[in-house]
């Protein structure tokens, strides 16, 4: 043993055993708050909108794909039931007559364990009872206690009147509830989203004129006023392309991009939902598509001054996003999105981006539709988070560098939200897109303002390894 491996080993606090180090980093994770950054929840202020309990549960748009599958039944004909009989379907075709093996129906079993219910019975009786007799607010606090969660991000919309009545009410909710402005009616479907814009006393048209785009600009700083969101956000297709010939590519560069920046706000980009694939299976029928990362690459490249919060939906695009986040300092990666949000998937890009990014990611949201789900996204995604670290730390250890239980705690908190916190600058200074990124020799990200039309040759020049 050399000097330094021994001076490391008498580091005060130091793990020396992989049994230690692996007892600690399972208790870290397992104990650390975690801010979800994307959800579907919503506070209790706003009314139905906030789902919970056994029906909804049942219900969740996966359960709905999974029971098609298995059930002989035509969807016009499952989604003219009622709540409670889908409910009653799902539960005696997925659990009942089969064991729940995959992700979601596992998920509804741990539940279900985790708040003291029976997952073998034989109907939904107890279970419906259960859930009568909590209040919204106590049942709330408790599975945010159970899923040691600080807080979740929302998804808003500018254009639902569900939403309306909250936000022209002065947008009072619990606090633990953030609000995140999303723009997929805006950027996916310019043309039909105009007449909705326009009623709301903002005279854009579907010709992207000067004024159009002024009008736009004075909706979205509107919405933001009103929602202060954390970020702006936007599911976008496989096929989505920047720079490119479409009202989309405007209204991004021209008025979301500048909102952002003014406002110091991140851009969240989803990237890769082919929707209604199967249109009859409506929130279930949508599907995935790998996407082209140069747009991503592009965006972050030609506005340095903005940040960027990306997903990917396909498994294919995971590796190109973590090598596009190593060259841009205003790409920060996170969650396992949607399809990829299985423990065989999670353990693969987690490790993948470790040993690309350090802990310089967000590993996971949880993108919750019923409260009741945090539970087991949250149980399911940290096991998988904490294994992956684990090896990362053990790896080091071999190596002769030991970690103290104070240094694991550190990147658990970064992971868990330390690093969403200070990217829509809730903690310290957001860092801004000339920051340096890890692999730019020196170069600031700001040497790679260009003008749109110029990317291409730009990018052979500028962009390297
Ligand atoms: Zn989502």
Redesign the pocket.
């Given at each position: 043993m050399n000097q330094h491996t021994q001076s490391a080993n008498h580091l005060h606090g130091a793990l020396r055993e992989p049994s230690a180090l692996r007892a600690c980093v399972t208790e870290t994770v397992f104990r650390t708050r975690v801010f979800d950054m994307?959800t579907?929840l919503f506070a209790p202020q706003f009314g139905a909108l906030n789902l919970w309990g056994i029906d909804e549960l049942l219900t969740y748009h996966y359960l709905i794909a999974e029971l098609m599958r298995a059930e002989n039944i035509a969807p016009r004909k499952f989604f003219a039931l009622s709540k409670g009989e889908q409910a009653d379907l799902v539960w005696h075709t997925l659990f009942i007559e089969r064991a729940p093996l995959s992700e979601a129906t596992r998920g509804i079993i741990r539940a279900l364990t985790a708040l003291d219910l029976n997952p073998r019975a034989k109907d939904l009786r107890e279970a419906r009872a259960f859930f009568a007799n909590q209040k919204a607010e106590d049942f709330l606090n408790r599975v945010f206690e159970i899923a040691c969660v600080s807080g979740v991000v929302m998804?808003n919309d500018p254009l639902d009147a569900a939403e309306a009545g909250v936000w022209n009410d002065g947008g009072e909710f619990d606090s633990r509830f953030h609000a995140a402005l999303r723009m997929d009616r805006l950027l996916n479907g310019w043309r039909e989203a105009v007449p909705h814009i326009k009623a709301q006393g903002f005279s854009v048209q579907e010709d992207l004129s000067a004024g159009a785009l002024a009008e736009t600009r004075r909706f979205l700083d509107a919405w933001i006023e009103r929602m202060k969101p954390l970020y702006l956000a936007v599911s976008l297709p496989d096929t989505f392309a920047f720079p490119e010939d479409s009202a989309r590519s405007k209204l991004i560069s021209e008025v979301v991009l500048p909102a952002c920046r003014e406002h110091d706000k991140p851009l969240a980009m989803?990237i890769g939902v082919r929707r209604r694939v199967n249109p009859e299976l409506q929130l279930a029928g949508d599907a995935l598509g790998r996407a082209d990362i140069t747009a991503v690459t592009n965006l972050c490249a030609a506005y340095p001054d903005n940040r960027f919060l990306v997903t990917m939906l396909a498994r294919e695009n995971q590796h190109e996003l973590c090598v596009a986040a190593r060259k841009f300092g205003n790409l920060m990666p996170f969650g396992c999105w949607?399809f990829l949000n299985n423990p065989s998937i999670i353990s693969e890009v987690t490790r993948e981006r470790f040993e690309l990014l350090g802990a310089s990611f967000i590993p996971q949201h949880s993108?919750a539709r019923v409260l009741d789900q945090l539970i087991y996204k949250w149980e399911h995604s940290r096991r998988v988070i904490a294994d992956a670290l684990y090896e990362s730390f053990k790896c080091l250890m071999d190596n002769g560098w030991f970690a103290t239980p104070k240094e694991i705690e550190q990147e658990v908190t970064r992971l868990f939200s330390g690093n969403f916190r200070q990217w829509v600058g809730l903690e310290t200074k957001a860092r801004g897109g000339g920051s340096l990124s890890p692999d730019s020799d020196g170069r600031s990200a700001r040497e790679f303002e260009f003008e749109i039309t110029d990317l291409k040759q730009q990018q052979r020049t500028k962009i390297q390894d």
């Amino acid at each position: 043993m050399n000097q330094h491996t021994q001076s490391a080993n008498h580091l005060h606090g130091a793990l020396r055993e992989p049994s230690a180090l692996r007892a600690c980093v399972t208790e870290t994770v397992f104990r650390t708050r975690v801010f979800d950054m994307h959800t579907h929840l919503f506070a209790p202020q706003f009314g139905a909108l906030n789902l919970w309990g056994i029906d909804e549960l049942l219900t969740y748009h996966y359960l709905i794909a999974e029971l098609m599958r298995a059930e002989n039944i035509a969807p016009r004909k499952f989604f003219a039931l009622s709540k409670g009989e889908q409910a009653d379907l799902v539960w005696h075709t997925l659990f009942i007559e089969r064991a729940p093996l995959s992700e979601a129906t596992r998920g509804i079993i741990r539940a279900l364990t985790a708040l003291d219910l029976n997952p073998r019975a034989k109907d939904l009786r107890e279970a419906r009872a259960f859930f009568a007799n909590q209040k919204a607010e106590d049942f709330l606090n408790r599975v945010f206690e159970i899923a040691c969660v600080s807080g979740v991000v929302m998804t808003n919309d500018p254009l639902d009147a569900a939403e309306a009545g909250v936000w022209n009410d002065g947008g009072e909710f619990d606090s633990r509830f953030h609000a995140a402005l999303r723009m997929d009616r805006l950027l996916n479907g310019w043309r039909e989203a105009v007449p909705h814009i326009k009623a709301q006393g903002f005279s854009v048209q579907e010709d992207l004129s000067a004024g159009a785009l002024a009008e736009t600009r004075r909706f979205l700083d509107a919405w933001i006023e009103r929602m202060k969101p954390l970020y702006l956000a936007v599911s976008l297709p496989d096929t989505f392309a920047f720079p490119e010939d479409s009202a989309r590519s405007k209204l991004i560069s021209e008025v979301v991009l500048p909102a952002c920046r003014e406002h110091d706000k991140p851009l969240a980009m989803m990237i890769g939902v082919r929707r209604r694939v199967n249109p009859e299976l409506q929130l279930a029928g949508d599907a995935l598509g790998r996407a082209d990362i140069t747009a991503v690459t592009n965006l972050c490249a030609a506005y340095p001054d903005n940040r960027f919060l990306v997903t990917m939906l396909a498994r294919e695009n995971q590796h190109e996003l973590c090598v596009a986040a190593r060259k841009f300092g205003n790409l920060m990666p996170f969650g396992c999105w949607w399809f990829l949000n299985n423990p065989s998937i999670i353990s693969e890009v987690t490790r993948e981006r470790f040993e690309l990014l350090g802990a310089s990611f967000i590993p996971q949201h949880s993108d919750a539709r019923v409260l009741d789900q945090l539970i087991y996204k949250w149980e399911h995604s940290r096991r998988v988070i904490a294994d992956a670290l684990y090896e990362s730390f053990k790896c080091l250890m071999d190596n002769g560098w030991f970690a103290t239980p104070k240094e694991i705690e550190q990147e658990v908190t970064r992971l868990f939200s330390g690093n969403f916190r200070q990217w829509v600058g809730l903690e310290t200074k957001a860092r801004g897109g000339g920051s340096l990124s890890p692999d730019s020799d020196g170069r600031s990200a700001r040497e790679f303002e260009f003008e749109i039309t110029d990317l291409k040759q730009q990018q052979r020049t500028k962009i390297q390894d």
